[in-house]
Every structure is written in structure tokens, then in C-alpha cells.
Nanobody, 126 residues
Framework: VQLQASGGGLVQAGGSLRLSCAASGRASNSYVLSWFRQGPGTERRFVAAIKRSGGNTDYADSVKGRFTISREDAKNTLYLQMNSLKPEDTAVYYC????????????????????WGQGTLVTVSS
């Protein structure tokens, strides 16, 4: 298993959750680690990304100021701290890794991902 996500659950609107993703093998040496999400009846969409070199981060407009992506290299673990959650954040969240040198340039695209985690469900009740 290259990526193993955990931490999803049921939370009330305004609450917080922290997702974790343990990386192993080739995924742990990827240029970009990121989170995508897929809500009911929607396509998988970019949420946040972090670049291995330099630690640059980027976020979808819908989560800016509420979500924080980070990584702990010593544990090969990626995190997504989600605060001020809204019902529209309800989705299956997937951690992802891009190993190509241009992965950062295409970080918003599902096609830029080389490895996917299994997904963890986040449900936000109103």
C-alpha cells in the first residue's frame, strides 16, 4: 500500500477534523502530496497540495483560510487540518501523490496523480 488515509468521520458544522495519510514506498518520495475530494454525484476535485521541495502549499478557493495541509517527513505522513467545516465539505477525501517533475504545475488535475489513497469519508451535518 503506497498511501493510507485515515481520520474521517461525522462532525457538526463549524467543527474540525484532521485527516492523516501515511505514505510508503515510491509515494513517500513524490514531488507533490495532495488531497482531493469527491462529493455525492460529483467529480473528484482538488483540495490542497504541498510541494516536497520548499514546502509550497496551495488550496482550492473553497477551503482557503479553513484547511491547512502539512507533512511530517520523519513519519512520512501527510495531514489535512479542516476547521470551520461546512455541510458542503461532505465528501470522500483522497490523499494523492505526484512523482513526475511537473506534478506541481498540474497539481489541480486528477491526471497529475500517480498514486491514490483509498479515501476516507467526511460527513458534516448541519
Amino acid at each position: 500500500v503506497q498511501l493510507q488515509a485515515s481520520g474521517g468521520g461525522l462532525v457538526q458544522a463549524g467543527g474540525s477534523l484532521r485527516l492523516s495519510c501515511a505514505a510508503s514506498g515510491r509515494a513517500s518520495n513524490s514531488y507533490v502530496l495532495s488531497w482531493f475530494r469527491q462529493g455525492p454525484g460529483t467529480e473528484r476535485r482538488f483540495v490542497a497540495a504541498i510541494k516536497r521541495s520548499g514546502g509550497n502549499t496551495d488550496y482550492a478557493d473553497s477551503v482557503k483560510g479553513r484547511f491547512t495541509i502539512s507533512r511530517e517527513d520523519a513519519k512520512n505522513t501527510l495531514y489535512l487540518q479542516m476547521n470551520s467545516l461546512k455541510p458542503e465539505d461532505t465528501a470522500v477525501y483522497y490523499c494523492a501523490a505526484g512523482r513526475r517533475s511537473d506534478s506541481w504545475s498540474y497539481r489541480y488535475l486528477v491526471a497529475s496523480v500517480d498514486y491514490w489513497g483509498q479515501g476516507t469519508l467526511v460527513t458534516v451535518s448541519s
